[in-house]
């Protein structure tokens, strides 16, 4: 076989498969040596995944620095994300809090000072973006009306249906009001487990995949 002509790939591929196995076993409440061992291998992946999101944050500074000092095109907002990513670290971690015995720093992101800059920043912003998807959509719905397809057709008629039930003076009328909630507690309900159940299969059949190293992509292969 392949794998076994290529000894490094084997063993990554074997230990990646038997760590996330212990964590899985964990996981469904094998208990003993075991959950310690996978405390052991959960605390040591977030190790690693504290300095590589360190590794990228000094990554993705540098190269933004070199692209403002180099003034290359659109360098202006290479200067805003450094501005963005100092702010959030200064507010995360070194901005001080009072506390019972003097000031103290924030101990998570549900802290007062993240908490201020996402509201005075992140949400303008992405309440802004969501407004956009609106004129997106509507666009893209003129485009399909214009090929006259049916299944465009469907999809248009359906969303404005439930646009235009959503509208408070409809859902006043006699029976409407019902008709939704029905509608919303099982036709979507059940659309929306739908998915969440094919998702978590796919999810599923993926994690098995890289347990049993059909998909390795820790090798970056």
């Known amino acids: 076989m392949v794998l076994f002509r290529d000894p490094k790939r084997l063993l990554a591929i074997l230990i990646a498969g038997v760590a996330g196995l212990i964590v899985l076993l964990d996981f469904a409440g094998a208990g003993g040596p075991l959950a310690v061992l996978a405390r052991v291998l ?12 360190l590794l990228g944050v000094i990554s993705v500074t540098g190269a933004h620095v070199q692209r403002v000092r180099a003034r290359s095109a659109d360098w202006p907002y290479s200067l805003i994300l450094i ?15 009072p ?62 249906l439930v646009l235009v039930a959503q509208l408070p003076p ?33 999810a599923f059949v993926a994690g098995l995949r890289v347990l049993l190293g059909f998909d390795a992509p820790y090798l970056d292969r």
């Open 170 to 202: 409809v859902t006043a009328l006699p029976g409407v009001g019902a008709t939704l909630q029905w509608i919303n507690d099982y036709v979507a309900l059940a659309g929306a487990r739908g998915l969440v159940i094919g998702a978590s299969i796919g």
């Open 42 to 53: 959960v605390d040591w992946a977030a190790v690693i995944t504290a300095v590589g999101l």
């Open 83 to 97: 501005a963005g990513l100092l702010v959030m670290i200064v507010a995360g971690i070194f901005f001080p809090l």
């Open 99 to 160: 506390g019972r015995a003097g000031f103290v720093l924030p101990g998570s992101l549900a802290e007062v000072p993240i908490r201020m800059v996402f509201r005075a920043l992140y949400e303008p912003v992405a309440s802004s973006l969501l407004a956009l998807l609106a004129f997106f959509s509507l666009s893209a719905a003129l485009r399909a009306l214009g090929r006259g397809s049916a299944e465009a057709l469907v999809i248009i008629g359906v969303a404005a």
